[in-house]
C-alpha cells in the first residue's frame, strides 16, 4: 500500500475516533418530571407537583442545545413567547478557555463567567456568578457546576453543584430531559 493511502486512512481512523468520544448534546430537550406523589404538601403550603428545594439543572424547559468543534450554545425562553425579553442564549467554549454570559435580569446585567472541561464523555461546564450581599452589600460569587451526559442518544441527564452561599448549604440535583 501506498505511504499517502496509509496516511489518509490513519487520519480518518483517528478523527472518527475522536468524534466517538466527544457526544453530541445538540437537539431539543424537555423537562422529564422527577417521580413522586402528586399533591405533595409542604406543612401549610397547598398541594405541588414540584419538588422541595430542586432547582434542577438552572436551565428552562424545553431548551435547544446546539454543538460544533468549538462551542455549545443553549437557548431557552423563561417568559411568556410574545414578551419583549429574548430567549436566553448561553455560548460555552468546549476547549475549556474562558465563557462570558451576560442575561438581563433582576438588577440588571449579570455576568456569568464559565470553563468547560471534558470527564471522558461528560462536560463539566463551571460557572461563577458574582452578586453582591444584600445585607452588607460585599461582593461576592458562587459557583455552579453542570455536568451533561447522555445516558441514551434520546436521553441528557444534567448533574448541578451549586456551592452554599449566605450560610445555605451546597446542594447537587439530576435533572432528565428527553429529546
Same mark, same amino acid.
Given at each position: ?7 489518509? #486512512?490513519t487520519?480518518?481512523l483517528l ?10 448534546f445538540?437537539?431539543k &430537550?424537555t ?19 414540584s419538588?422541595?428545594?430542586?432547582? #434542577?439543572? =438552572? &436551565?428552562g ?6 454543538q460544533?468543534?468549538?462551542a455549545? *450554545? ?20 468546549l476547549? =475549556?478557555a474562558?465563557s ?5 435580569? #433582576?438588577? =440588571? ?6 470553563? *468547560?472541561?471534558?470527564?471522558g ?18 461582593? +461576592?460569587?458562587?459557583? *455552579?457546576r453542570? *455536568? +451533561?451526559?447522555l ?5 441528557l ?6 456551592? =452554599? ?9 439530576r435533572?432528565?430531559?428527553?429529546k
Amino acid at each position: 500500500m501506498r505511504p499517502a493511502v496509509i496516511a489518509a #486512512g490513519t487520519i480518518a481512523l483517528l478523527a472518527a475516533s475522536a468524534s466517538a468520544q466527544t457526544p453530541d448534546f445538540s437537539g431539543k &430537550w424537555t423537562l422529564v418530571a422527577p417521580a413522586q406523589a402528586a399533591g405533595a404538601a409542604q406543612g401549610a403550603a397547598p398541594p405541588s407537583l414540584s419538588e422541595p428545594g430542586n432547582m #434542577g439543572s =438552572g &436551565w428552562g424547559s424545553p431548551m435547544t442545545l446546539t454543538q460544533d468543534a468549538a462551542a455549545l *450554545t443553549v437557548e431557552y425562553s423563561t417568559f411568556h413567547p410574545r414578551d419583549i425579553q429574548p430567549p436566553f442564549r448561553f455560548t460555552y467554549l468546549l476547549n =475549556g478557555a474562558e465563557s462570558r454570559n451576560t442575561i438581563n435580569l #433582576g438588577r =440588571g446585567p449579570q455576568l456569568q463567567v464559565s470553563r *468547560t472541561a471534558w470527564q471522558g464523555e461528560r462536560l463539566e461546564i463551571t460557572t461563577t456568578h458574582a452578586f453582591v450581599n444584600p445585607r452588607n452589600g460585599q461582593a +461576592l460569587t458562587s459557583e *455552579t457546576r453542570q *455536568t +451533561l451526559s447522555l445516558e441514551a442518544p434520546d436521553t441528557l441527564v444534567i448533574e448541578t453543584f451549586r456551592a =452554599g452561599v449566605l450560610g445555605g448549604k451546597p446542594s447537587t440535583t439530576r435533572t432528565t430531559y428527553k429529546k
